[in-house]
C-alpha cells in the first residue's frame, strides 16, 4: 500500500509521522472520508470545500491548493490501482513542542490513505439498524462546533462506546437541551406523513456531504425536504428513520432504544432515496 505523505507517495511502512505532532498530541487538525465508485471519486470537491472550512475555523493553514490536493488523491488512488475506495485525507497542525502553542507548529502534516471500501453489512440495510440515544451529548456550538470536522472526536466516541456497550450499531447524539443532531458517524433522517424531515444545521451538526445530496434527491424526487428541531418522541412517532454518511450511504433504522419505528422495516421513501443515490454515484464524480 502507499500512502501520501507530505508531498510524496511512500510505502506503508514508511509512512511515519513525528510524536511531536500536534495532530497526536492534541487532536489539533481536520479531516475528510471520501468515497470513490468505479473510478469515480463521489462528491470531491464538496469534501475539499469542507476541509478547508474545517481548517480555516481553527487558523490552519493547509500548504496546498485545493487543485493539488485533488491531484493528490488521485494519485493516491492511481497508485494503489483502487476502483472502489474508501479516502482519508488528513491535516494535522504539523510537529510542534509539548505546549499547545499551534505557532511552535512550523508546517502543516498532509498525508491521504486510501484502502478497499469496508462496506456494512446486507442484513443492515434488510432489516435495518437497532440504534440507542447516547446519554452523551454532541459538543455545544461554542466549545467546538461540531461543523469542524476535527480530528479530535472523543465527543463521538464516547457516544460510540455506550452504543458497542448497548449492542447497538449507532448512536444519536442530542444537543446540550435535547435536541436530535446527528448520530456518531452520521447525518439523522425521518419521514413523516411523505415529508423529509432532518435537524438543521443550527441545532450544531456536521453538514454532512450525504446529507446534502440526499435532501438534493429528495427535492428532485418531489419529495419535500424540512430542516426542524426533534424531541425523541417526535423520532419514536416517525413512519421511517435512516442515517446516512459516506460510508453507509443511507442505512434504515428500525428501532430507537427498544422502540420499533414505523412498520418495523426499511420504508418506502427510504428505499427509494437510497436506489436515487446509488445511481447517482455512478454517474456523478471526478474521474481517475
Ligand atoms: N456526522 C458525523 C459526526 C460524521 O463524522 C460524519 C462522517 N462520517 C457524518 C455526519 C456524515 O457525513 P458525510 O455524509 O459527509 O460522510
Do not use: W
Not at 456494512?120 to 456550538?141: D, F, M, Q
Not at 450544531?204 to 446534502?212: A, D, E, S
Amino acid at each position: 500500500m502507499k500512502v501520501f505523505l507530505n508531498g510524496q507517495l511512500v510505502d506503508r511502512e514508511d509512512a511515519r509521522i513525528t510524536v511531536f505532532d500536534h495532530g497526536l498530541l492534541y487532536g489539533d487538525g481536520v479531516f475528510e472520508g471520501i468515497r470513490s465508485y468505479n473510478g469515480l471519486v463521489f462528491k470531491l470537491s464538496e469534501h475539499l470545500d469542507r476541509l478547508y472550512d474545517s481548517a480555516k475555523a481553527i487558523e490552519l493553514q493547509i500548504p496546498m491548493t485545493k487543485k493539488e490536493l485533488e491531484n493528490a488523491v488521485i494519485d493516491t488512488l492511481n497508485g494503489n490501482n483502487l476502483r472502489d475506495a474508501y479516502i482519508r485525507l488528513v491535516i494535522t497542525r504539523g510537529a510542534g513542542d509539548l505546549g499547545l502553542d499551534p505557532r511552535k507548529c512550523k508546517k502543516a502534516t498532509v498525508f491521504i490513505i486510501t484502502d478497499r471500501i469496508v462496506l456494512y453489512p446486507r442484513e443492515y440495510y434488510e432489516k435495518g439498524l437497532e440504534i440507542i440515544i447516547a446519554k452523551t451529548c454532541r459538543n455545544i456550538k461554542c466549545a467546538l462546533d461540531p461543523q469542524i470536522k476535527s480530528l479530535n472526536y472523543l465527543n463521538n466516541i464516547l457516544a460510540k462506546i455506550e452504543a458497542i456497550k448497548a449492542n447497538a450499531q449507532e448512536a444519536i447524539m442530542l444537543s446540550n437541551d435535547g435536541y436530535v443532531t446527528e448520530c456518531t458517524g452520521d447525518n439523522i433522517f425521518i419521514v413523516k406523513k411523505n415529508v423529509l424531515l432532518t435537524p438543521p444545521e443550527s441545532v450544531g451538526l456536521l453538514k454532512g456531504v450525504t446529507r446534502h445530496a440526499v435532501m438534493n434527491l429528495a427535492k428532485a424526487a418531489g419529495i419535500s425536504v424540512k430542516g426542524v428541531m426533534m424531541k425523541p418522541k417526535d423520532l419514536y412517532s416517525a413512519d421511517e428513520c435512516f442515517l446516512t454518511g459516506t460510508a453507509a450511504e443511507i442505512v434504515p433504522v428500525t428501532k430507537i432504544n427498544d422502540k420499533t419505528i414505523g412498520s418495523g422495516q426499511p420504508g418506502k421513501v427510504t428505499l427509494k432515496l437510497l436506489k436515487a443515490f446509488q445511481e447517482s454515484t455512478k454517474v456523478a464524480g471526478v474521474k481517475y
